[in-house]
């Protein structure tokens, strides 16, 4: 099984910016690269269920992002290295959370069509 790893997180200001990467390690032959699957962000806050954050196709050619994150998140992709990216600008408290990159076959905003799921990095945004 493919295992992802996210970093980048911690505690930032309001207005700041972070930038999460997951990378995918364990077997490299291609059925064990990030290059074959759709990639997803999700975040869950506490006391409150996962939530999709953004999706991008395995060739990164098509994304879709939430509406809470739109216009301030981007989530892009470095097949060739093998890490899925999620730019965070403009960051609000109500972003806090802890932030989980998922590998699946198709882009979804529906954490049950990801079956590969990093352990997560938490990201804190102080007002």
């Known amino acids: 099984q493919m295992h992802l790893v996210e970093s980048g997180g911690g505690l930032v200001q309001a207005g700041g910016s972070l930038r999460l990467s997951c990378a995918a390690s364990g077997r490299t032959f291609s059925a064990y690269t990030i290059s074959a699957y759709a990639m997803g962000w999700f975040r869950q806050a506490p006391g409150k269920e996962r939530e999709f954050v953004a999706t991008i196709s395995w060739s990164g050619s098509s994304t879709y992002h939430a509406h809470s994150v739109k216009g301030r998140f981007t989530i892009s992709r470095d097949n060739a290295n093998n890490t899925l990216f999620l730019q965070m600008t403009s960051l609000k408290p109500e972003d806090t959370a802890v932030y989980y990159c998922?590998?699946?076959?198709?882009?979804?905003?529906?954490?049950?069509?990801?079956?590969?799921w990093g352990q997560g990095t938490q990201v804190t945004v102080s007002s």
């Open positions: 998922a590998a699946g076959p198709r882009t979804s905003w529906s954490e049950t069509d990801y079956d590969n």
